[in-house]
């Protein structure tokens, strides 16, 4: 399983970025992908979440209603659109992956997510 995150930078607040993961290694329909985020002295969190077998996603509340996940299955790639950034939004963001075949994935767990990518930079300025 590879994971490869894409599109962090510097943003103004209130401005807009779109993250994308892409994967490879695994049948992507039988995934959930997830994205978190870690800010410099916290704890990653989870941000955001899809599953392409049922169609289900998570969205944490700090996020809700100014980000939007989607999936291209063809290209095995999942966006992380981001709206109305704030500073509170500066953070490593991460993609990770976990099978759902037989099971439900708890997408506000980073810890049932086993594969993982490097992380891209999001910084929000005022």
């Known amino acids: 399983v590879q994971l490869v995150e894409s599109g962090g930078g510097l943003v103004q607040a209130g401005g807009s970025l779109t993250l994308s993961c892409a994967a490879s290694?695994?049948?992507?329909?039988?995934?959930?992908i997830g994205w978190f985020r870690q800010a410099p002295g916290k704890e990653r969190e989870a941000v955001s979440c899809?599953?392409?077998?049922?169609?289900?996603?998570y969205y944490a509340d700090s996020v809700n209603g100014r980000f939007t996940i989607s999936s291209d299955n063809a290209k095995k790639t999942v966006y992380l659109q981001m709206n109305s950034l704030k500073r509170e939004d500066t953070a490593v963001y991460y993609c990770?992956?976990?099978?759902?075949?037989?099971?439900?994935?708890?997408?506000?767990?980073?810890?049932?997510?086993?594969?993982w990518g490097l992380g891209t930079q999001v910084t929000v300025s005022s």
């Open positions: 990770a992956a976990e099978s759902v075949v037989g099971r439900p994935v708890p997408c506000d767990r980073e810890e049932a997510f086993a594969s």
């Open positions: 290694g695994f049948i992507f329909d039988d995934y959930a």
């Open positions: 899809i599953s392409s077998s049922d169609g289900s996603f």
